[in-house]
């Protein structure tokens, strides 16, 4: 989609839903960051627009960020604007890509940074004008590739395998944390509010 490289979770999936049915989600949304966090290949983010949220974290979960130059794309894990909290997992991530303090500013502030700012946290790795992307992650899909890939592949497993072993071993109470937090009055409420804002936007 032009002008979003991803709008994050399905606030929709979220709000006016059984237990059984967050349940069924959660799992889903941790099976797809175990698969892209874990994943042995290589991953590019060709960041193409804005990436709130679940997008930032499907962005960190790569090995390296290209994003559109265009300071209107912002990105950033803003779950506390949303009256919701990012999960540890969420935190692993980001503190593993911009380190600890720079992740307490941004999760507590809910910060979404334009990208320039994005830059300079490290949140991405490079600014492109817009119709770069695509060649400059082209590009650097290239030059990762030719790294030995077993060493490659050890070297990345090694830096990640204890933030995904940390989710694994807690994967049932964390969709349990989920499910009650989610299915407060208090969070749907918030959420509500929140959608009912970004509809008043237009
Ligand atoms: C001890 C601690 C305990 C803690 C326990 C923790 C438990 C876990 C808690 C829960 C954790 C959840 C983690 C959540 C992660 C998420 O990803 S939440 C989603 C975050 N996403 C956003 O905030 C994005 C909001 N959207 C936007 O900013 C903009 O829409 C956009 C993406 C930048 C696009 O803008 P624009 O092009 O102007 O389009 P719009 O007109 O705004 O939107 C078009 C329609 O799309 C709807 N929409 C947008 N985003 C979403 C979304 N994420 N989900 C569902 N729907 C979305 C928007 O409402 C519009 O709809 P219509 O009006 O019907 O057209």
Request: proline share 4%.
């Amino acid at each position: 989609v032009s002008k979003i490289f991803s709008a994050g979770l399905d606030i929709t999936e979220m709000s006016g839903k059984s237990n059984e049915h967050y349940a069924a989600f959660w799992r889903a949304v941790q099976e797809m960051w175990l698969k892209l966090y874990g994943s042995n290949m290589v991953t590019i983010a060709a960041i193409n627009g804005s990436s709130p949220a679940g997008g930032c974290l499907m962005a960190l979960c790569c090995d390296y960020r290209i994003m559109a130059d265009n300071p209107k794309f912002a990105i950033g894990l803003n779950e506390t604007q949303l009256g919701i909290v990012a999960p540890f997992w969420f935190k692993d991530t980001m503190i593993n890509t911009i380190g600890n303090r720079a992740t307490e500013l941004s999760l507590q502030l809910g910060q979404m940074y334009p990208a320039p700012e994005a830059l300079k946290f490290g949140l991405v790795d490079k600014l492109v004008p817009e119709d770069k992307v695509q060649s400059a992650a082209a590009a650097a899909m290239s030059q990762w590739l030719s790294v030995p890939d077993h060493a490659r592949q050890l070297t990345k497993s090694m830096m990640r395998k204890p933030a995904i072993d940390r989710l694994v071993k807690q994967r049932e109470a964390d969709i349990n944390n989920f499910v009650s937090f989610i299915s407060k009055d208090s969070i749907q409420k918030s959420l509500q509010i929140y959608m009912d804002r970004l509809k008043q936007k237009k």
